[in-house]
């Protein structure tokens, strides 16, 4: 192994999640992180950069702008016209009931607000998006069930973090990827990713809980913060039925259709403007598309800009000795599969960007090895959220910020739900892969 290679690959990692850490845009912390690498490696700075980190960059971006680009405006179409909170609070009224305990109360809260985010990621929303819309419902839901506040973050981001992305079916990054990549269909070992699911969230609301338990039990209870006011549901907005019409349309043209994913984003998106359209704010249809269309672009540069610097990465010797170390090493291939694709987004900091560089490389090892390509498929998107929420991570940050709460309150709870309990549904989606294999299909 190339020793000071390997430095230069792992030192630029650090440097890029460093500088992202403390602030700088990724586009100049991704730069840095390759120049790092270019140095350590003896590469051309000027070959890097052009033939390696902008034809990086434009290749992923030629492949899924479209698809990161219509998820951006169909989540806001969610937001603004209300409909997203329409879901949220429809949900909260079926699962809480007055005659509950307090310990079911808080139970029911957590299962609630799991299931709301995943809804709305399932439905293309964002998880930015889904924090904006959620978070006025679930301050009201943890008053309620007298809920310490920094549980909230967890909360709310544990369904659209976790299985909503791998979700057989999903059109989110998570499931797509790996589905382009391997040539799958949609919903790919249909039924162990719905198993891998339903144990993530049972993980999700056991686990969360018993730190909730403990927390009220040495005295904790809700308080509102400084910033916080009483959630108030004043607007006009789209009844249920209106609100789920584009997610069956969705459904429909991307899981039995199977229908090209960026097209079926596109006519969603139409059919959710012309439905939405009359609640949006002063049903400025314009004005909320061009809110989508800005909202989706920085999203879209920072990934593409991320796979620059891993294209970089990939030239260097060190990467190559550690792909051919890979095939040939005596390792369980379910377990390879998890710990690449897992190690990857964290290093990456996302699971789109972690499993668009991992796949094409672990993919055929793990093929070669036994394992079905559905198998690789669902696996690879369940393992994608294990290690992909680190405390840098950029919506891990933007929800402590926008709820009001401290990164070092908030993120134990945070890593239970995007760490702990997507590994155990990671883990158990490969074991029914391998116990049963003619249900990875």
Request: aromatic letters at 8%; proline letters at 5%; a neutral charge.
């Amino acid at each position: 192994m190339d020793t000071l290679s390997l430095i230069g690959c792992i030192l630029g990692f650090v440097v890029m999640g460093y500088l992202t850490y403390i602030g700088w845009n990724i586009m100049v912390s991704s730069v840095a992180g390759a120049l790092v690498v270019v140095l350590f490696n003896g590469l051309n700075p000027a070959t890097a950069y052009i033939d390696y980190y902008l034809v990086g960059m434009g290749g992923f971006m030629a492949q899924y702008f479209g698809m990161m680009f219509f998820c951006a405006v169909l989540a806001v179409l969610y937001s603004e016209s209300g409909a997203g909170l329409t879901i949220a609070l429809g949900i909260a009224k079926i699962c809480l009931k007055d005659s509950y305990s307090p310990k079911k109360r808080r139970h029911i809260v957590i299962v609630a607000l799991i299931l709301m985010s995943a809804l709305l990621e399932f439905a293309g929303v964002g998880a930015s998006q889904v924090v904006f819309v959620l978070y006025p419902v679930a301050l009201s839901l943890f008053k309620i069930a007298d809920i310490p506040k920094k549980f909230i973050v967890a909360g709310i981001l544990g369904g659209c973090l976790g299985f909503a992305n791998g979700l057989p079916g999903s059109p989110m990054p998570g499931n797509v990827i790996p589905m382009q990549i391997l040539g799958t269909s949609s919903t790919a070992a249909l039924v162990p990713g719905l198993i891998g699911a339903v144990v993530e969230i049972i993980a999700m609301a056991v686990l969360v809980n018993l730190l909730i338990t403990k927390d009220v039990n040495n005295g904790g209870h809700f308080e509102y913060g400084p910033k916080d006011k009483e959630f108030e549901d004043l607007a006009v907005r789209p009844n249920m039925i209106i609100t789920l019409l584009p997610m069956f349309v969705l459904v429909i043209l991307f899981d039995i259709i199977k229908m090209d994913i960026n097209m079926s984003l596109i006519l969603t998106c139409i059919v959710a403007s012309l439905l939405f359209m009359r609640y949006l704010p002063g049903k400025d249809i314009k004005s909320t598309i061009t809110n989508g269309c800005l909202t989706a672009l920085p999203a879209v540069v920072s990934i593409c800009a991320v796979i620059g610097f891993a294209t970089v990465v990939q030239s260097t010797p060190a990467f190559e000795q550690i792909v051919t170390a890979l095939s040939t090493m005596d390792i369980n291939p379910y377990v390879l599969l998890i710990v690449t694709i897992c190690m990857m987004c964290m290093l990456c900091g996302g699971s789109a960007t972690g499993q668009a560089i991992a796949v094409p490389i672990i993919g055929p090892i793990v093929h070669k090895a036994g394992l079905s390509l559905a198998a690789i498929h669902r696996i690879s998107s369940f393992s994608g959220a294990i290690l992909d929420t680190m405390p840098y991570a950029g919506t891990v940050v933007m929800a402590h910020a926008f709820c009001d709460v401290k990164i070092k309150d908030g993120y134990p709870s945070v890593f239970i739900i995007s760490v702990v309990a997507t590994a155990i549904s990671a883990i158990t989606v490969a074991l029914v892969c391998a116990l049963f294999p003619g249900l990875a299909v």
